[in-house]
C-alpha cells in the first residue's frame, strides 16, 4: 500500500470514529447566568441562559430516533427541563415533584427522548418558572419528518416579550400583585429570536415554512402578514386536518403554528411587515423584505395533513367527565391564587383516567383573565366553545381559555404518567393554576 492510500483510510477512520464518538455523546444542555446585549443599551443585560444562548440551541432530531441530552445546572437553584409538547416517556416529562426531583445546582440529569411526532416544539424549565423563563431560559425544539419536503426555506420564529428597565436590566419583581390580577407579566420588548424587530430577507417565489413558537410568559400574540398570504398547516406540533388562511389565529403562551407562504415571484424588491394584532394597538414584530435577485419557482407539492388523528366524532357519545372551573382566591403563596376547582397546586383537584379511553373535559373560566391551558404529554381537539358546537379542524396542546368562556376539549390517554395540567401564564400556574391527569395501565 503506498502511502497516500494509507493516509486517506487513516482520514477514513478517523472520521468514522469521530462520528461513532458524536453519536454515544448526549447533547450537553447546559443553565447557566450570563449576559445578552439588547441593541438598545450601552451595557449587556444579565440573563440566564442555555449554553450561552438566547435564546438556547436549536434542538433537532428525526421522528422515530431517540435524543440524549444532558442537562447541566450551572445556576443557582434548581431546575429542569421540560419538553412542551413532545409525547415521551412520562420519567422524562421535566416536572420537579411530580416525574423526577429538581435538579440540584451542580447537577445534572439526563433527559432520553423518544422522538414520535414530527413538528415544532420547545423547552423550558419547570422550577421557579416565572422567573426561569423571563430570564432567558427557553428554546426550540424541532423534530424532522421522515422525508423531507422541498421548501425554499425553513424559518423558525421564537416569540417573546421581556421587561427591561432603563438600566438595560430584566425587571427584577416576579409574580407580582399586578402580573397576578392580570394576565401575567407582560414585558415592554417583543423579541422574535431574541431580536427587536428583525428583518428576514428571502428571494422571490421561494415556499417559506414559518414556524412560530410562543414562548412568552404571559403575551398573547396574534400574528399578521401585511400583503403575504400565508396558511397554517400545522398547530403545536402536528399537521392540521384541514389546512386554513392565518386570520386572526391566537397564539397563546405554549402554542405554536407552523405556515406556509409562497412569495410573490414578482415581489422582487418589497417588504412586507409582520404585526401583532392581539392587544388594541397593532405593532410591528418583524418584516420580510424580498430581495431582488432573480425570482425561483415555487417547488410544487401538498403539505402533509392529519385527518384522521383524534376524530371529532370519536367524542360524539362520551360524555364530559370533568369541568375545571377556573377562577382567582385571597391565600396562597403571594397572597392572590389562582385555583382549578378552589384547589391551588399542590393541594389540587386531581383526574385519573385508564389508557386509550376517550375523555372529555370541560375548562369553564369563571374569572374576567385569560387562562391559556396546557396538557403535558397530549394532543386534544377542542369540540365546544360555551357549550356550542367549534370543532378545530385541528389539534394542539395548549388553548387560551377567555374571560367567562368555557371550552370543551376531547383527547385519548395514550402514555401512562402523571401528566401536568396548567396555566400557560406562568404567573397563574406559580400562584396555584396547576393539576395532574393521571393515566393508568
Ligand atoms: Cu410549556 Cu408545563 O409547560
Ligand atoms: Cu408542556
Ligand atoms: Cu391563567
Redesign the pocket.
Known amino acids: 500500500m503506498n502511502t497516500a492510500r494509507m493516509i486517506i483510510i487513516f482520514l477514513i477512520l478517523g472520521l468514522l470514529s469521530q462520528f461513532y464518538a458524536f453519536a454515544e455523546q448526549p447533547f450537553k444542555l447546559e443553565a447557566k447566568e450570563g449576559f445578552y446585549q439588547f441593541p438598545f443599551f450601552d451595557t449587556k443585560t444579565p440573563v440566564w441562559s442555555y449554553n450561552d444562548q438566547i435564546p438556547g440551541p436549536l434542538i433537532q432530531g428525526k421522528v422515530g430516533t431517540t435524543l440524549v441530552i444532558d442537562f447541566v445546572n450551572g445556576l443557582k437553584e434548581p431546575s429542569s427541563v421540560?419538553w412542551?409538547g413532545l409525547r415521551i416517556e412520562n420519567a422524562m416529562d421535566g416536572?420537579p415533584g411530580v416525574t423526577q426531583d429538581a435538579v440540584e445546582p451542580g447537577n445534572n440529569f439526563i433527559y432520553r427522548l423518544k422522538l414520535e411526532d414530527a413538528g415544532t416544539f420547545?423547552y423550558?424549565p419547570?422550577f421557579n418558572s416565572s422567573e426561569q423563563l423571563e430570564r432567558g431560559l427557553k428554546g426550540v425544539f424541532i423534530v424532522e419528518e421522515a422525508e423531507k419536503l422541498p421548501w425554499s426555506r425553513d424559518l423558525i420564529w421564537l416569540m417573546d416579550d421581556w421587561l427591561l428597565q432603563r438600566d438595560g436590566t430584566i425587571f427584577p419583581q416576579f409574580n407580582t400583585g399586578h402580573d397576578l390580577m392580570h394576565d401575567g407579566r407582560w414585558g415592554n420588548v417583543p423579541t422574535i429570536n431574541a431580536q427587536f424587530r428583525p428583518e428576514f430577507t428571502v428571494k422571490p417565489g421561494e415556499r417559506i415554512r414559518l414556524r412560530m413558537i410562543n414562548g412568552a410568559n404571559a403575551r398573547i400574540f396574534s400574528p399578521h402578514m401585511d400583503g403575504l398570504s400565508a396558511n397554517v398547516i400545522a398547530v403545536d406540533g402536528r399537521p392540521v386536518t384541514e389546512i386554513f388562511p392565518l386570520d386572526r389565529f391566537v397564539l397563546s403562551p405554549?402554542n405554536r403554528i407552523d405556515l406556509d407562504i409562497t412569495i410573490p415571484e414578482n415581489a422582487g424588491g418589497e417588504i412586507f411587515a409582520v404585526e401583532d394584532r392581539f392587544t388594541r394597538e397593532a405593532f410591528q414584530m418583524a418584516s420580510i423584505k424580498v430581495n431582488r435577485l432573480e425570482p425561483v419557482n415555487p417547488p410544487k407539492f401538498h403539505p402533509p395533513t392529519a385527518k384522521n388523528f383524534i376524530p371529532a366524532q370519536m367524542f360524539e357519545k362520551v360524555k364530559v367527565e370533568k369541568t375545571w372551573d377556573l377562577n382567582a382566591i385571597r391565600g396562597g403563596k403571594f397572597g392572590i391564587g389562582w385555583t382549578m376547582n378552589q384547589k391551588l397546586w399542590p393541594d389540587a383537584d386531581k383526574v385519573d383516567y385508564p389508557l386509550g379511553v376517550p375523555r372529555k373535559i370541560i375548562f369553564k373560566n369563571s374569572s374576567s383573565r385569560l387562562h391559556p391551558m396546557?396538557i403535558?404529554g397530549v394532543f386534544f381537539r377542542v369540540l365546544e366553545r360555551n357549550g356550542k358546537k367549534a370543532t378545530e379542524q385541528f389539534t394542539r396542546d395548549t388553548v387560551l381559555v377567555g374571560p367567562r368562556e368555557s371550552v370543551t376539549i376531547g383527547f385519548v390517554p395514550e402514555h401512562p404518567g402523571i401528566w401536568?395540567t396548567?396555566c400557560?401564564i406562568q404567573e397563574h400556574?406559580e400562584a396555584g393554576m396547576m393539576t395532574t391527569i393521571e393515566v393508568k395501565n
Do not use: K, M
Request: charged letters at 0%.
Open positions: 421540560h412542551h416536572v420547545w423550558h419547570h405554549g396546557h403535558h401536568l396548567h400557560h400556574a
